[in-house]
């Protein structure tokens, strides 16, 4: 079984974005590191589906769907 390297990082976030990044973990209850993880993935799949022309759409529960529209 073939061992994952992990690479360590250091990064200066503001208290806002390191206050979202402690909601997200406590949300999903996992740690910091999980949860910074997680916040990377969807944003790569995110941009990768955009890039290729799709749209991101959030369904709100009752069937009524909103195209997420991204500034930049």
């Known amino acids: 079984m073939a061992t994952k390297t992990k690479v360590r990082l250091n990064a200066d ?3 806002d ?6 909601e997200l973990a406590r949300a999903q209850n996992v740690s910091l590191t999980e949860a910074l993880s ?10 990768r589906r955009r890039a290729a022309g799709g749209k991101v759409v959030i369904d709100d529960g009752s069937g009524k769907l909103s195209e997420v529209i991204f500034a930049r």
Do not use: N
């Open 13 to 15: 976030l503001s208290p």
């Open 17 to 22: 974005v390191a206050a979202a990044l402690k």
């Open 38 to 47: 997680r916040a990377i993935s969807t944003e790569s799949t995110l941009v």
